[in-house]
T-cell receptor
């Protein structure tokens, strides 16, 4: 099974500042990669996904992530944080031939005014 | 909106009682999943189903059973609830793309 590591369980940023959430996975074979967001007291929403092709993936709400095979990383960024970005973010991986997902522990983002 | 509903949304129960959570989907997806969410653990897979009457265990299946008698419904049962099963439970379906899943709104279960 895949292993997913999210660095930092909590990240605090100022409104307008860069948001950077780090994710590393364990597989030597590039898997499918996802970022999900969970707003307070809600379910999880797909933010973006990498399957094949372009390594820079754009998602909803101005987020993007870059797949780096050599670093087994899939870090999530947003150039300018907004108060509405306060949520918990999960990095998720799936092997190509497996219909199950492996979740990171999550990173909670707080946005300061 | 993947058309997933969960019931109940909140439940408080006593240790030792049986509990059944229901997941209902409206879009005829083949794969359905049950997860639990606990602080510091992300989401962990309990059981999943790949068709009517076809189910398999996930990584934290002890103390849980599931059933799927219709495509649209996937039931999670705690045979004898324990305090360690206090958690938020999410149901998900596999979408039509590359393994992405879509989640229901969750059920918050408290076992006292």
């Amino acid at each position: 099974a895949q292993s997913v590591t999210q660095l930092g369980s909590h990240v605090s940023v100022s409104e307008g500042a860069l948001v950077l959430l780090r994710c590393n996975y364990s597989s030597s074979v590039p898997p499918y990669l996802f970022w999900y967001v969970q707003y307070p007291n809600q379910g999880l929403q797909l933010l973006l996904k990498y399957t094949t092709g372009a390594t820079l993936v754009k998602g909803i709400n101005g987020f993007e992530a870059e797949f780096k095979k050599s670093e087994t990383s899939f870090h999530l960024t947003k150039p300018s944080a907004h108060m509405s970005d306060a949520a918990e973010y999960f990095c998720v991986v799936s092997d190509l031939d497996d219909y199950k997902l492996s979740f990171g522990a999550g990173t909670t983002v707080t946005v300061r005014a | 909106d993947a058309g997933i509903t969960q019931s109940p949304r909140h439940k408080v129960t006593e240790t030792g009682t049986p509990v059944t959570l229901r997941c209902h989907q409206t879009e005829n997806h083949r794969y359905m999943y049950w997860y639990r969410q606990d602080p510091g653990h992300g989401l962990r897979l309990i059981h999943y189903s790949y068709g009517v009457k076809d189910t398999d265990k996930g990584e934290v299946s002890d103390g849980y059973s599931v059933s799927r008698s219709k495509t649209e419904d996937f039931l999670l049962t705690l045979e004898s609830a324990t305090s360690s099963q206090t958690s938020v439970y999410f149901c998900a379906i596999r979408g039509t793309g590359e393994n992405e899943q879509y989640f229901g709104p969750g059920t918050r279960l408290t076992v006292t």
